[in-house]
């Protein structure tokens, strides 16, 4: 029943491997976002998908590629980690991306050592 | 695009009181939206207000919004030890713009 999942929930690494999170959503919506939630608790928009095509792409590195198979799913993967990539990742979606609610995922912690 | 300031940072109350949470911004919005984080949890969201309106409710929440002053409070009336959280505004500041959270203010009910 869950509406937004991800996967891995915790994921510890080293610095310079690579890895990645998967997000599927079962709401039927047509949008879906990756945020980054650093330990201050602040939360930025990394990437937004509308039917699999790329809408958003604030400045992230290109260490940073995400994926959409289709509508239900984006995926985000992380070439050569840094400690800075040290943080929580939310997976999000909408129906549509226009001044709509988003459905939050309960994160995904990764901790780069 | 701008974020949105929540005030205060930290808020303490005992169960029963209300909680008055601020977000202030600078730049004019389409809508603003507040969510709650639970300690390890995802965001949830709680009202949508757009800037045609001015006061919005659900429950025990109770959202309003200025657009001349650029502010937004949210009020929960009745709290419970369970509304204990983070509670962030997040806005929009055209059509295509992405969400922009505030920092968050967190609530501490004490039962």
């Known amino acids: 029943d869950t509406a937004v999942s991800q996967t891995p929930k915790y994921l510890v690494t080293q610095m310079g491997n690579d890895k990645s999170i998967k997000c599927e959503q079962n709401?039927?919506?047509?949008?879906m976002y990756w945020y980054k939630q650093d330990s201050k608790k602040f939360l930025k928009i990394m990437f937004s998908?509308?039917?699999?095509?790329?809408?958003i792409n604030e400045t992230v590195p290109n260490r940073f590629s995400p994926k959409s198979p289709d509508k239900a799913h984006l995926n985000l993967h992380i070439n050569s980690l840094e400690l800075g990539d040290s943080a929580v990742y939310f997976c999000?979606?909408?129906?549509?991306?226009?001044?709509?609610?988003?459905?939050f995922g309960p994160g995904t912690r990764l901790l780069v050592l | 695009s701008q974020q949105g300031e929540e005030d205060p940072q930290a808020l303490s109350i005992q169960e029963g009181e209300n909680a008055t949470m601020n977000c202030s911004y600078k730049?004019?919005?389409?809508?603003l939206q507040w969510y709650r984080q639970n300690s390890g949890r995802g965001l949830v969201h709680l009202i949508l207000?757009?800037?045609?309106?001015r006061e919005k409710h659900s429950g025990r929440l109770r959202v309003t919004l200025d657009t001349s002053k650029k502010s937004s409070s949210l009020l929960i009336t009745a709290s419970r030890a369970a509304d204990t959280a983070s509670y962030f505004c997040?806005?929009?500041?055209?059509?295509?713009?992405?969400?922009?959270f505030g920092k968050g203010t967190r609530l501490s009910v004490i039962a």
């Open positions: 999000a979606s909408s129906q549509g991306h226009r001044e709509v609610s988003q459905y």
């Open positions: 709401l039927g919506h047509d949008t």
């Open positions: 998908y509308n039917n699999k095509e790329l809408i």
């Open positions: 730049t004019s919005i389409n809508n």
């Open positions: 207000i757009r800037s045609n309106e």
């Open positions: 997040a806005l929009t500041h055209s059509g295509n713009t992405p969400l922009v």
